[in-house]
């Protein structure tokens, strides 16, 4: 009996490693694989944007999204921008600082604040949306190497936001689109 029962749970152990190698093949499990939903606008005649949104969640598990985008305009001028945008209330962006960009590696970049962009009343802008200037940086951020970036408040206590090697990618393909 002890021999039958053994012979079953080894039958039961080899189905579940098959149809775990499966789910794992197929990318069921793993969602960090899933495709790029990078989107294409036409915001004007002749002026294209191409964007990547994310939601990630900062270090308290507040919930931001990422929209990296790069727009291109009627002359062909293209700029790559990063838009990072809070729940209200949550945190209120220090403009005067620079969003700090760091690798796993320790490798140190910095943003300039473009918030001023998108705001029509610069005297009263969002404190829970921030944008910054990436086109610079572009050629600095390695591929298959996570982000950690650091946004400025006013509290004084930075928000912190993990970037994935898949979500950098993503930047990179969106910022040459042409």
Not at 10 to 21: D, E, F, M, R
Not at 45 to 57: F, H
Not at 93 to 114: F, W, Y
Request: proline share 7%.
């Amino acid at each position: 009996m002890g021999c039958r029962i053994r012979k079953l749970f080894s039958w039961l152990l080899l189905l579940g490693a098959i149809a775990l190698g499966v789910l794992l093949g197929l990318g069921m499990l793993n969602p960090s694989i899933a495709a790029a939903a990078i989107r294409h606008l036409e915001e004007a005649p002749g002026q294209i944007v191409y964007q990547s949104r994310q939601t990630l969640k900062d270090q308290h598990g507040n919930g931001w999204q990422a929209v990296a985008f790069k727009r291109i305009r009627p002359n062909r001028q293209a700029t790559f921008e990063l838009r990072l945008v809070g729940f209200p209330g949550v945190a209120e962006i220090d403009r005067s600082q620079p969003l700090i960009l760091t690798n796993s590696l320790g490798k140190t970049l910095t943003a300039t604040d473009v918030s001023s962009h998108i705001f029509t009343k610069a005297t009263k802008p969002e404190p829970n949306v921030g944008q910054y200037d990436l086109q610079p940086l572009l050629p600095q951020l390695q591929m298959g190497i996570p982000l950690k970036l650091t946004l400025p408040t006013i509290s004084g206590e930075a928000v912190n936001l993990s970037i994935s090697p898949l979500l950098i990618e993503e930047w990179q393909t969106v910022a040459n689109y042409k």
